[in-house]
Each structure stands twice: as structure tokens, then as C-alpha cells.
């Protein structure tokens, strides 16, 4: 048998079909549904009376739209659109029997946390969503990723999706990270090699031993921005510290299907002379903590340089490069930490994790942010309640950050969270873009760490030189 | 989801502007809905309905003749701007099932395929005469065959016109990517069992 990556093997294992212009249709292990991308595809399901085929392997939760304060049952704190939005997914869920975390639900969260945390998630699946961020699941060896809304509608009828193969590509990070550096460092960097086009056509297999020495957590946050580097999926290898992630999660294999699930999950690698059809290496040790200055996620430097001038980039980015300074408000030659904030949003499917929050506590232990606001929103309940147990919730709150319920709040404002024209946002979500926090808000990427050291100092700030 | 199409005979209305883009037919106020379905009340609004929100007389499908048209018959170049599926979807949602006209834009020729719509493109002669018939109100009435690719006037002529074999054979049997993956069911059924026999826990 050729030798073979982990997508191949992966796909091969979910071929359901094959036609002879090569239009593949691919199987879906679990189809994870949140309530903005969803409403027209039940509707199109009812209207030409179809059903869901797997509801078993689907499952549903609110997430972008759902406020993050307290009282937010009440519906009076949903605008009208959200609600109806909400209430549509509330209904679909029940109508079509699928599973369903509604927000009175401690589970709830933001669909790519509650997926993992619940179990659903396992190696060696096919998971889609109507999200682009769905690539988050690849972290446990899973070909994952984002669909359209006549796509989520395709899957629920049928369990499948009409796909072409796309192209290997491996990322290798070498060596050990230096303190200080992060996963969201390290998926930066690789977008700041690449650009967001770089991985256009791509699955992407990261690997290499700083990949290895990362939690599952980390591993999250790199394959999450997998996306933002213009590839449809990131891919991790499974190995022991994904097994005992999974082991004891409600809807992982149990006792007897668990041995069985090993067998296979141990064959998911690429195979020693796999073909690549393009490789990008990085050494973990010359990584740095950065910092995005711009509005693309390909704008990374690190925190210890300067801003940079239009001149300093080639053909269509000069042109880029003069109009995000202008956007952002920033000058070439300053430095970036002399950069003020005026607010820092700690939580997203890149960074609201517990370990995201411990990273962030560290920093936050016994001091008081200098920012105008400050808020951390857990990725899910049970993050939250894990946070509160840990003694986290107590640290942000001393240090004067909001404590917010679970949902995805800042990262999109499509909730009430959001920036005010001009207003600059150390954030740990995974986009920078023109307005993505709010109208003519301003977004710094950063990660946890570091979002914590720019709410104490109040402007973005090396976190090596907090301890 | 999508609708059969095989045979048509329905009223027609005449809407000889050119240039009818999607914001005319759908406005992005109306795109903020969870529905697919609701949006024929807005079709056209900003020519339907004035800023009270009151109908507007003179327009063609306000007139008691044309409530009900299930063909249109319009100026050149239909259907540009935007890509939103949201202008089939109203289009469909009033009623209306074909659209002749001289030339569309792409974007929207392809979505009304996706939506159990057919797109007629006729020569400007055969236009005059079909936009003529159209005219007559009450006997605007048009019969129009995808099988045999005719279209049949009030007098009995007939216009012939060509259509994608492809996109006749989905329209015909009412096949959108969901159908047609349906047909290969026997796939899906055979994989889900060996799938399940050799991956349990899934
Ligand atoms: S947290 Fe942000 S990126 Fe993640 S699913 Fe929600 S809106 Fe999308």
C-alpha cells in the first residue's frame, strides 16, 4: 500500500461514494449546528418534508448571539433578531430530536469547546459546522470543517457533503518554545509565514515536537487558526495525551468499544514517507510573543518590535499595509509596546479554555487592570464553574475584570458586547478585521497571557517582563 | 426542497425595465430573516409599496389581473448586483416559477436553477411578441413546456428555447444537490453499515 498522510487516511475512511468526475461524498460523523447558520436549512428540511438522517450524530447549542451577562434568560436581553434566531434553534432541535445544550444549560458554550468537552469530538472523524472555525476539532486527529448554509442542510438529509480532495500540507515546529510562548503564539507565527492565503487548497498536519509538548488545549488553539492561514482544516496526530482527554467525556467510547476505538486511533498518523505537497517549517525556540498589528491575522510581529511602514512590504500589501495603519490608528516606527488599551477581551473558541483562564490568573494574581474594561467570558458553563471552583473567578474579579457567562460575545459582536468606534481591544479571539469587534473598533490578537499583562499595564506589553 | 418543473401555464406579467437588479427584487433589509419562505410579501418592495407601506397602484403585480402571475416577462439583463439567494426565494415565494427575458445575470440564472425556477432567455423579437402577450391582462396567459422546450402563447404560436440538458434533467425530476445525493442512497445505506460494524463508538 503507498504510504499515506493523516487526511488520506481519514477520508479513505470516509469514502462513501465516488463519481467518475471525481465529485467524492464524504460521511459525517457529527454535525455540530448553532442557531445562525441553521434557521434555512430546517426550513428548506420541512418544506420538502425531509428528515434529519442521523440525529444521533448531531448536535445543537446557541452560541454567537447569546448575551454573557447575568439575566440573560430573560428574554427582554436578546435583541429581537437574536431571539427569533435563539427560539428557531430551540425549536429545530426539539422538532427534529437532535441533541440540544439550550442556554439555561450548564453545558452550553461556544459549539467548538462544548463539542470537545462533551466527548463528541473523538480521532479519526469526519466533524462539520456552520463555522468556520470548526477546524478547532482537528486538535484530536478529526477532519474538521466549516460548511455553508446549503451544506448544513445537505448534511442533516443526508450525513454527507459532496467534496473534492484537497492538497497535504505539513507545518513542523521543532524544538522547545521558550517561556513566555504559546500555542496562540505559535499559530500566529505560522500565519505570519504563510499569510492567509497560504494555506488555500490545503488541509493542514501540524506536527514536530512543540506541537507534541502541547495540551490538548493548546493543541485547540493552534488547529482553530488554521482557518485564519486560508486552510479548511488543521490536523493533529492523536496520541496519549489525546486519549486522556477523551477518556470519562460523557459521549466518549465506553468500556468494550473503547479498546476497539484504541486499535484504530493508533494507526492515525502519517505515514513515515507520505507525500507533502507543501511543508513549512518553524523553530519553536526563534518563536516570540506576538502581536498582530493590522486588520489581517497575517499582520503578526513580535511584541518587541515596531510598527511597520507601508513601504516596508511588497505590491498589493503597500496599499493594505497604508490603509489598516490608517484604520488602526498607529504610526510606522512606534513601538509596539508603547501601543495603549482601552479594552481586553479574554474567551473565544481560540482562548476561552480553562487553561486559557489559568494563563490569564497568573498574570492577574493581586493586581488591578488599567484598562477602561476588562472581561472574560468562558468558553462554556462548565469552564465557568471549573474557573469559579479553581478560585480563578475570584482573581479576575479582584483585579477588576467582568465575569461573563458562556458564548461568543466580543469575538464577533453580533451580541451587545462590542467596541466603540475607535476604541482598542487586546483580544484573544482569532480576528482582526475591519469592524469584526464593532463598528470601527480596533483589534490586537494576542494570547491570554498577554492580554492579562496589557490590562495591568494598560498597553500592550512583552508578558515576559510581568514575572 | 426543490419543486418539479415540467409544465407551466400560468399568467404573465409584463416588467419591461431593464437592469431589474436583486436589490430591487429583494431590499437587504429583508435579508436578516431565519426564512427562506416569508419573503414574497417584499418582493419588489420598493417599487410595490410606497414609504406608508401602501400599494402602489400602478405597479404590474399590484393590478387585480396580474395577483396572481406565475411567470414574468422582463427587460434585459435580469437580475444583477448582489448574489443573495434571497431574490429566488422571494421570487419563488410569491409564486412566480419562470422568468423570460433577453439576457440574465449570471449569478441569479444559476440560483433559480437551485430553486426550482427556470430562466427563459428569448431572442428581442420573440421578447416584443411574448412582452405583447403579456399586455393582455386576464389572457396573459402562457404555457410553457421544459420537456419539449416550447413556450405557447394565448394565439397558439409557439416559441422554442434552449436550456442546459443537465439543468433540464434536475428541473425535471426536481432534483437539487440534496436529490441527487439522494440517488445515491444505496451508497450512503452500504457505507453506514460497514462504518458502523467497523466503528461502533461513532
Ligand atoms: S468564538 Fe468567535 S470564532 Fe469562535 S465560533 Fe464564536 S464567533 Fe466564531
Known amino acids: 500500500m503507498s504510504p499515506k498522510t493523516l487526511y488520506d487516511k481519514i477520508w479513505d475512511a470516509h469514502l462513501a461514494h465516488e463519481a467518475e468526475d471525481g465529485t467524492c461524498l464524504l460521511y459525517i460523523d457529527r454535525h455540530l449546528v448553532h442557531e445562525v447558520t441553521s434557521p434555512q436549512a430546517f426550513e428548506g428540511l420541512r418544506m420538502a418534508g425531509r428528515t434529519v438522517r442521523a440525529p444521533d450524530k448531531t448536535i445543537a447549542v446557541p452560541d454567537h448571539n447569546v448575551p454573557t451577562t447575568e439575566g440573560r434568560e430573560n428574554p427582554e436581553a436578546m435583541t429581537e433578531d437574536s431571539r427569533i434566531q435563539v427560539a428557531a434553534l430551540d425549536t429545530n432541535a426539539k422538532d427534529f430530536g437532535i441533541h440540544y445544550y439550550p442556554v439555561s444549560d450548564i453545558r452550553q458554550g461556544i459549539v467548538h469547546i462544548v463539542g470537545p468537552e462533551q466527548g463528541w469530538t473523538l480521532p479519526g472523524m469526519t466533524v462539520v459546522c456552520g463555522d468556520s472555525h470548526t477546524a478547532t476539532h482537528g486538535a484530536f486527529g478529526a477532519l474538521a470543517h466549516g460548511i455553508g448554509t446549503s451544506e448544513v442542510e445537505h448534511v442533516l438529509a443526508t450525513q454527507t457533503l459532496i467534496q473534492q480532495k484537497s492538497k497535504n500540507m505539513k507545518v513542523e515546529i521543532t524544538g522547545k518554545l521558550k517561556p513566555g510562548v504559546t500555542a496562540k503564539d505559535i499559530t500566529l507565527a505560522v500565519i505570519g509565514e504563510t499569510g492567509t492565503a497560504g494555506g488555500t487548497g490545503y488541509v493542514i498536519e501540524y506536527c514536530g515536537e512543540a506541537i507534541r509538548d502541547l495540551s490538548m488545549e493548546g493543541r485547540m488553539t493552534v488547529c482553530n487558526m488554521a482557518i485564519e492561514g486560508g486552510a479548511r482544516a488543521g490536523l493533529i496526530a492523536p496520541d496519549e495525551k489525546t486519549y486522556q482527554y477523551v477518556k470519562g467525556r460523557p459521549h466518549a467510547p465506553k468500556a468494550g468499544h473503547w479498546e476497539q476505538a484504541m486499535e484504530w486511533w493508533k494507526t492515525l498518523y502519517s505515514d513515515e514517507d507520505a507525500h507533502w505537497d507543501k511543508v513549512v517549517t518553524l523553530k519553536g525556540e526563534e518563536i516570540e510573543p506576538v502581536v498582530t498589528w493590522g486588520t489581517s491575522p497575517e499582520d503578526v510581529l513580535p511584541i518587541t518590535a515596531s510598527v511597520p511602514a507601508p513601504e516596508d512590504f511588497e505590491g498589493g500589501k503597500v496599499d493594505a499595509a497604508r490603509r489598516a495603519l490608517d484604520y488602526m490608528g498607529l504610526k510606522a516606527g512606534q513601538k509596539l509596546t508603547d501601543i495603549e488599551i482601552d479594552t481586553v477581551f479574554i474567551g473565544s473558541c481560540t482562548n476561552g479554555r480553562i487553561e486559557d483562564l489559568r494563563a490569564a490568573a497568573e498574570i492577574l494574581k493581586g493586581k488591578k487592570i488599567k484598562v477602561k474594561r476588562a472581561m472574560i467570558v468562558p468558553g462554556s458553563g462548565l469552564v465557568r464553574a471549573q474557573a469559579e471552583e479553581e478560585g480563578l473567578a475570584d482573581i479576575f474579579k479582584e483585579a477588576g475584570f467582568e465575569w461573563r457567562l458562556a458564548g461568543c460575545s466580543m469575538c464577533l459582536a453580533m451580541n451587545p458586547d462590542q467596541l466603540s468606534e475607535g476604541e482598542r481591544c487586546a483580544a484573544t479571539s482569532n480576528r482582526n478585521f475591519e469592524g469584526r469587534q464593532g463598528y470601527k473598533g480596533r483589534t490586537h490578537l494576542v494570547s491570554p497571557a498577554m492580554a492579562a499583562a496589557a490590562a495591568v499595564t494598560g498597553h500592550l506589553t512583552d508578558v515576559r517582563e510581568m514575572t | ?202
Open chain 2, 1 to 202: 426542497m426543490m419543486e418539479k418543473f415540467d409544465k407551466l401555464t400560468g399568467i404573465a406579467a409584463p416588467l419591461p425595465l431593464v437592469n431589474i437588479d436583486t436589490d430591487m427584487i429583494i431590499p437587504k433589509q429583508f435579508l436578516k430573516t431565519i426564512k427562506r419562505s416569508g419573503l414574497g410579501v417584499n418582493l419588489f418592495d420598493e417599487m410595490r409599496y410606497d414609504r406608508q407601506g401602501n400599494e402602489v397602484e400602478d405597479f404590474v403585480l399590484n393590478k387585480p389581473q396580474y395577483r396572481d402571475a406565475q411567470i414574468l416577462v422582463a427587460g434585459d439583463n435580469f437580475g444583477c448586483g448582489s448574489s443573495r439567494e434571497h431574490a429566488p426565494w422571494a421570487l419563488l415565494d410569491f409564486g412566480i416559477r419562470c422568468v423570460i427575458s433577453t439576457s440574465f445575470a449570471d449569478i441569479f440564472y444559476n440560483n433559480c436553477f437551485k430553486n426550482g425556477i427556470l430562466p427563459i432567455v428569448v431572442s428581442p423579437e420573440e421578447h416584443a411578441k411574448l412582452m405583447d402577450d403579456a399586455e393582455r391582462g386576464a389572457n396573459a396567459v402562457l404555457t410553457v413546456d421544459l420537456e419539449n422546450q416550447t413556450i405557447s402563447g394565448p394565439d397558439g404560436g409557439e416559441i422554442g428555447f434552449e436550456v442546459d440538458p443537465w439543468r433540464k434533467h434536475c428541473l425535471l425530476n426536481g432534483l437539487d444537490d440534496i436529490g441527487l445525493t439522494f440517488e445515491k442512497s444505496a451508497s450512503i445505506d452500504a457505507f453506514e453499515a460497514k462504518a458502523s460494524a467497523e466503528r461502533p463508538w461513532v
